[in-house]
Each structure stands twice: as C-alpha cells, then as structure tokens.
C-alpha cells in the first residue's frame, strides 16, 4: 500500500486525459457540483462510459462513493464528501497515470536525461529553508549553541591553565590566554556563520522553500499546495527511504558549459549552476532536477 507524502493532481490529471482524449477534466467537473446549497442526488453518477479505460475506473471509484450519499441539502455534508471522493481519486488516478508512464519511459535513473521520467527509491535529504533560516534567528538555536561552545572553550582553557602553570605563570600569562579564547571562540563562531552564508546564497539560487536533496545527484524541488501533510512538519516527521516519480526538467553542473563566451546569460547560468553544485551536498558532477509527480512511502 502506498502512503502518499506529495501528489501533483495537476499533472496526473494531464498525462490520463493526454490517454483518455481530455475526458477527466469533465469528469472533475462533475464532483465539483457536490459543492452545492441546492438539494441534489449525492448517489448519482452523471458520466457514461465509453469503454473500460482510466477514465471509466476512475468514474466507477466516485459511484461507488457517491451511491451512498442518498439525496441531501445540506452544503456540510455535500463538502465533507466531494473531500472524500476527491482524495480517492487522486490516489487511483495516480496507479493509471504510472502505468501509462510505464509503457513509454525506462524509469530508471541510469537513464536519465531531461524530458524523461524516472522513479527513485532511496533515502533523501529534506531541506526546509524556512526552518533552517529560523535556526540563525536572534536568540534562536545557532544562538544557543555558539554559546555553548564558547563556555566549553573557556572552561577547557582554565582547565589546562590550573594544571599546567604556577600561580605567577597564570597571572603573566593571563593576556595571552585570553586572546587565545579569543581566537577560538571566533573561530567557532565562524564555522556557524559560514552555514548562515551558504544558507542565504542557497536561496538565492533555488526559488523554494522547500526539497529533497540525494547524495547521487537529485534534486526535487517540492511545491506546498501538493503535499499530503503540513509541509512545515515534514522535515521532523518524515524520514527513511521513499519513493519519487517525476520528470527531469534540468541538468546542473560540469555538462551545461556554455561554450560561447559572448553569451552573457548563458554564461552567466553556468556559473551559478558551478556555484550551486559546489554548495549541495551531493558527490556527482551533474546534478538532475527533478520535477515530482509523486513521493510516498511503499509500493
């Protein structure tokens, strides 16, 4: 059983009714007249079927649904199953856009170029910018541990100072193991500020808040209007390997050298891809963005 994270509906519904000749906005239409103050028949499927494809499956999933509605008027319950319905739909509609996805594309990653679709089942990393620009906040979590290792080194250099010096060796030498804290204590602080910088020039480059980074070169930048759950959580709740279908949109990396120098935006592009790719933490040359179709857990 698949537990969605991510579903695109969007596209799912593009690549059925790219099969079914455009049927299933219609059919989309019709769940949308649940949504209604008027006393209507929740048990009535309205379309016909033309055959035994996707679009008639995913017809017979919403009559099944809706035969038990009986007739109602009140705008609540009418909602409460046009949620119902939409959900199960988008979760069947997604195994016949995979089949038709099947029949045309090899899926697997050693494959990859853009325009084509592949299916990735690994661990990946998930980067919340939004979250990771909340931990260098003011009096935030970055705070609290550069201050923590500041009371560790001076703690650590009193240590050494009480077991290695006379009483009159500590007080000569007092200026210079202050400095010396100094200087750790800066160099400590630096390491934080560093991943501050590489933090704000990430977002700089990727305009989202949000996505999933592999160590063998894939990038999948995840929109929020598409996940299953509160994306804010999805960093803290989510975890272990999972599964992306989606396409490849783009290649970052050695392989886009523009060649012509004259070409100033191209040019320009390539060194933010160098840039880019030096800052993500993968260990390939070139990097494939990813746009998802779908990320769950199982098969």
């Known amino acids: 059983m698949k537990q969605f994270i991510y579903l695109d509906i969007d596209i799912i519904n593009s690549i059925i009714a790219q099969k079914d000749k455009g049927l299933v906005s219609e059919f989309s239409s019709e769940q949308d007249q649940l949504d209604s103050k008027t006393k209507t028949s ?13 679009l ?17 008027s009140e705008t609540q319950s009418q909602l409460l199953l046009k949620e119902i319905a939409t959900k199960t739909l988008h979760d069947a509609a997604f195994d016949i856009a995979y089949e038709q996805i ?9 494959s990859a170029e853009i325009g084509s679709f592949v299916e990735l089942d690994r661990i990946f990393e998930f980067v919340d910018m939004d979250y990771i ?13 550069k201050k923590t290792s500041k009371e560790k080194i001076e703690v650590t250099m009193a240590q050494e100072t009480t077991e290695n010096l006379t009483r ?16 750790l204590v800066g160099d400590s602080y630096k390491q934080y500020d560093d991943i ?28 929020d209007n598409y996940f299953r759950d509160n994306p804010k959580t999805m960093g803290f709740k989510h975890g272990g390997e999972i599964t992306c279908v989606g396409y490849i949109t783009n290649l970052i990396g050695k392989d886009t050298d523009p060649g012509d120098s004259s070409n100033v935006f191209a040019s320009l592009q390539f060194f933010v891809n160098e840039a880019l790719r030096t800052l993500l933490p993968t260990k390939e040359e070139n990097i494939y963005v990813v746009h998802p179709v779908a990320i769950y857990y199982g098969k």
């Open 168 to 183: 009159d060796q500590r007080r000569k030498a007092g200026a210079i193991i202050k400095k010396k804290v100094q200087k």
């Open 133 to 145: 620009n909340m931990l260098f906040a003011k009096d935030s979590f970055i705070d609290f541990l």
């Open 56 to 72: 008639w499956k995913l017809a017979k999933v919403g009559a099944e649904i809706s035969i038990s509605g009986g007739i109602s």
């Open 102 to 110: 099947k029949k045309n594309y090899d899926l697997e990653p050693v």
């Open 196 to 223: 501050s910088d590489i933090v704000q020039a990430i977002r700089h480059v990727i305009p989202y808040n949000r996505m999933l980074i592999s160590y063998d070169g894939f990038l999948i930048p995840l929109e």
């Open 42 to 54: 929740t048990g009535q499927a309205s379309l016909k079927a033309e055959g035994e494809g996707g």
